[in-house]
């Protein structure tokens, strides 16, 4: 069954350092998300992107956060100057563009901020 | 904005009852609610959505129930096992597919 992957499992940084998490999403699929999650607490969305754009984005993904598919396979968040504060759980996700209900979620990568 | 409330941060119960866990949303009723499994360490896995004007909605041991009345959604596992001890959770499918997540409940099935 195809699955969303995502590069690296963990990382650690430190503070003020750019750092890069890599998703390759279902091959199929049109529309991607990030999301984190702050240990102990919610999942929290972070940005939706279709079509090369990015179609919504919360109070999270400041000037700081961007993505890009810089290829036909891969999605990136890049934290600029990451804040220890940046420490979370981020999950890649994606769908297909017929079936815009349901989400499918990699298995995150762990950032820790220093 | 929209809040998704998950009441119960933890339920244990015996295997082979049936889990309830519930879901209570503030503002607008969502047009989709979905539920989705999360192990530790692991992403959110979706397991059902349910659409604002479905009642019910089944899946092998899993029932989902919708009352915009109430403003909630209730999820049910029968017949349950150890191995559906996880946290689960509840979430708003809103505009974009911005998905909104509940705290989680974390269930403990057991033996």
């Known amino acids: 069954e195809p699955e969303v992957t995502q590069t690296p499992s963990h990382q650690v940084t430190q503070m003020g350092q750019e750092v890069i998490l890599r998703c390759v999403p279902i091959?199929?699929?049109?529309?991607f998300y990030w999301y984190r999650q702050i240990l102990g607490q919610k999942v929290e969305f972070l940005v939706s992107?279709?079509?090369?754009?990015?179609?919504?984005k919360s109070e999270i993904f400041d000037d700081q956060f961007s993505v890009e598919r810089p290829d036909g396979s891969n999605f990136t968040l890049k934290i600029r100057s990451t804040k220890l504060e940046d420490s979370a759980m981020y999950f890649c996700a994606s769908s297909p563009d017929t079936s815009q209900e349901t989400q499918y979620f990699g298995p995150g990568t762990r950032l820790l901020v220093l | 904005s929209q809040k998704i409330e998950q009441n119960s941060e933890a339920l244990n119960i015996q295997e082979g009852k049936t889990a309830t866990l519930t879901c209570n949303y503030t503002?607008?009723?969502?047009?989709?609610l979905q539920w989705y499994r999360q192990d530790p360490g692991r992403g959110p896995v979706f397991l059902l959505l349910?659409?604002?004007?479905?009642k019910e909605k089944r899946k092998e041991r899993l029932k989902v129930t919708f009352d915009t009345t109430l403003k909630q959604s209730l999820f049910h596992i029968t017949a349950s096992q150890p191995a559906d001890s996880a946290t689960y959770l509840c979430a708003d499918l809103g505009g974009y597919q911005k998905v909104t997540f509940g705290t989680g409940t974390k269930l403990q099935v057991i033996p």
């Open positions: 503002n607008y009723s969502p047009a989709y």
């Open positions: 349910i659409r604002e004007n479905e």
């Open positions: 992107f279709y079509n090369n754009e990015i179609s919504e």
């Open positions: 091959s199929n699929h049109l529309y």
